[in-house]
């Protein structure tokens, strides 16, 4: 029988999704899941954008230019504008999502072999999108102890190598909701102008921010006009991640060149894509007043429940919509799945997302998990209390079968 590729055995499962099979028995088993796994925000989509899906008028549903419409970019340059950046219609490639957009970057700046520095925990993906390029990820390690803040500088330049091409964040991070400071970009800029280097932001996330605090884009500092390459989607700013519609914006002409063969190479995205996300850029300015209000409102519910568990540790997340808890377990993979085969409270349970997935190094996350605060308040107390219940019933059969 011909055999798979080495590189389809290396590619890691999803720690957000491998999981689903035992969500789904479980369910057919009348027992009621809870999705703490994914984020899937339940806040609705704007109005305004499913209205233009629903009013779109077309005899024919055409491909795009390949770099997406010129009539949607030069909008995104006004929104871009609004947030701190300024950033010109052919400085934008519009993808198919934001992991399109990692992916292409990936492939135009890194060579089979090259190292990118990933703070970690970091999205799982990243792991995934480094394998299908043949790239080595060299992590660096942010701990729950301190929030999940940026290293120092002196642990960067300890991983720097002849192989480095570049540094990639995500701001705010996903899984860890941590926000980056002034001063840690200005540490990163110093870094790579000092070694020459990429910094990729995946800046998914930056419309939720809280406690007044301020989002910083990279392509906001000057200095790093030739090695910032931003990653962006509207599937979390809108709540319309069924759309799958992202970006890559740099002001590197040649890493713009290169990345627009490879959008050429799949044609375009979605036509349908670009209408919701060119109505989306219509959203008003309450809407996200609502949102982040919504957020804070979940985030604090499930930091202070979790906090109230015996053995468990949950930093307060400053944006995006993640928490990483420490559980008391050995491995939240054996926890998380037993969760979803053999136990319920009340005919329900809780599907989280294993932290170890969102590890690069060896060993590390075995006993923390990723929890998403995209459900209404009542939910995430209802699924804390049955993790607590949870915690409870796992201790005890670990005791008995020992």
Not at 330 to 337: G, H, I, L
């Amino acid at each position: 029988m011909p055999k798979i590729s080495k590189k389809g055995i290396l590619m890691p499962p999803s720690p957000i999704r491998k999981l689903v099979p035992y969500a789904t028995a479980a369910k057919k088993r009348g027992i009621k899941v809870i999705h703490l796994n994914i984020g899937q925000p339940d806040i609705e989509t704007p109005e305004v954008v499913r209205n233009a899906i629903k009013n779109f008028d077309y005899s024919v549903l055409s491909y795009l230019n390949s770099e997406g419409s010129e009539k949607y970019r030069q909008k995104l340059t006004q929104y871009y504008k609004s947030v701190g950046a300024t950033v010109e219609a052919h400085q934008i490639i519009e993808t198919t999502g934001g992991s399109e957009a990692l992916l292409f970057g990936f492939m135009s700046t890194l060579d089979a072999g090259d190292e990118i520095i990933i703070p970690e925990p970091f999205y799982a993906n990243y792991n995934g999108f480094a394998t299908a390029g043949d790239i080595k990820v060299v992590p660096i390690t942010s701990s729950i102890e301190t929030g999940f803040a940026l290293p120092s500088i002196e642990e960067f330049e300890k991983k720097i190598t002849s192989r480095t091409k570049a540094i990639l964040i995500c701001n705010p991070n996903n899984p860890t909701g941590y926000l980056y400071s002034k001063e840690e970009l200005d540490r990163l800029k110093e870094i790579v102008l000092k070694h020459d280097l990429f910094l990729f932001a995946d800046e998914v996330y930056r419309e939720f921010v809280y406690e007044g605090k301020k989002h910083i884009s990279i392509l906001s500092m000057p200095e790093l006009s030739q090695h910032a390459i931003v990653v962006d989607s509207i599937s979390k700013r809108y709540s319309a991640c069924g759309a799958r519609l992202g970006a890559l914006i740099t002001q590197n002409q040649e890493v713009l060149d290169t990345v627009l063969k490879f959008a050429q190479a799949r044609l375009s995205s979605p036509t349908y894509s670009e209408v919701a996300a060119e109505a989306a850029l219509e959203t008003p300015a309450s809407y996200f007043e609502m949102v982040n209000k919504e957020y804070i409102s979940r985030r604090d519910t499930l930091v202070s429940l979790l906090n109230k568990i015996e053995g468990v540790t949950c930093p307060l997340p400053g944006g995006a919509f993640y928490a990483m808890a420490q559980l008391p377990v050995e491995d939240t993979d054996v926890f998380c799945q037993w969760m979803l085969e053999h136990f319920n409270w009340n005919g329900t349970t809780v599907m989280m997302a294993p932290a170890a997935g969102f590890y690069a190094t060896p060993g590390l996350g075995k006993n923390e998990v990723r929890i998403a605060y995209v459900l209404e308040n009542k939910e995430i107390e209802e699924a804390i209390k049955c993790l607590e219940e949870g915690l409870k019933a796992f201790k005890n059969q670990s005791q008995n079968s020992n």
